[in-house]
T-cell receptor, first 110, second 113 residues
């Protein structure tokens, strides 16, 4: 059974510091992996999608890597800002069904 | 553009009552999903649909039912509500599951007392 784990569960950093969020999964038979942002009381917003054949994907200050063989993905957020404060979730896609990690709650202090 | 719209936003139910959570999307997506999110946990798939008239169970379907009579709408019905169904429910849709962005509604907060 696929298990998706995100460590740490919570993270607090000062503004300007780079953020590193980790996601691990137990079954490498995935179609793709996605990173989402969730603000309090809101739905999820898709940040990056990495296909299983890709090693990384970039969008602005965000960069996500994928190592399928080791079952790991990392989301890097450069030069963090208070507006980056949110919960970040990763999800692996197996045949159209997303399986989510529990998320990492990030607080960026001014 | 509305995207994925869920109603109601908040609801309190008594044990044993039934209700329907509504979900509508205006993007002509074939794939629609219902997830639930418990505090401190990731989202778990309840039911999904790959097109009008086609639905299938996800990871946690017990106590729920769905139907998909149109492309736009995917209602989730809770029968005989139980305290274990207290959760936040999210509806989502996507054009295709192989590499397309998935769009989520803002959630429906349900409390069963």
């Amino acid at each position: 059974k696929q298990e998706v784990t995100q460590i740490p569960a919570a993270l607090s950093v000062p503004e300007g510091e780079n953020l590193v969020l980790n996601c691990s999964f137990t079954d490498s038979a995935i179609y793709n992996l996605q990173w989402f942002r969730q603000d309090p009381g809101k739905g999820l917003t898709s940040l990056l999608l990495i296909q299983s054949s890709q090693r990384e994907q970039t969008s602005g200050r965000l960069n996500a890597s994928l190592d399928k063989s080791s079952g790991r993905s990392t989301l890097y957020i450069a030069a963090s800002q208070p507006g980056d404060s949110a919960t970040y979730l990763c999800a692996v896609n197996r045949w159209g069904k997303l399986q989510f990690g529990a998320g990492t709650q990030v607080v960026v202090t001014p | 553009n509305a995207g994925v719209t869920q109603t109601p936003k908040f609801r309190i139910l008594k044990i044993g009552q039934s209700m329907t959570l509504q979900c509508a999307q205006d993007m002509n997506h074939n794939y629609m999903y219902w997830y639930r999110q418990d505090p401190g946990m990731g989202l778990k798939l309840i039911y999904y649909s790959v097109g009008a008239g086609i639905t299938d169970k996800g990871e946690v379907p017990n106590g729920y039912n769905v139907s998909r009579s149109t492309t736009e709408d995917f209602p989730l019905r809770l029968e005989l509500a139980a305290p274990s169904q207290t959760s936040v429910y999210f509806c989502a849709s996507t054009e295709g599951w192989t590499g397309n962005t998935i769009y989520f509604g803002e959630g429906s907060w349900l409390t069963v007392v």
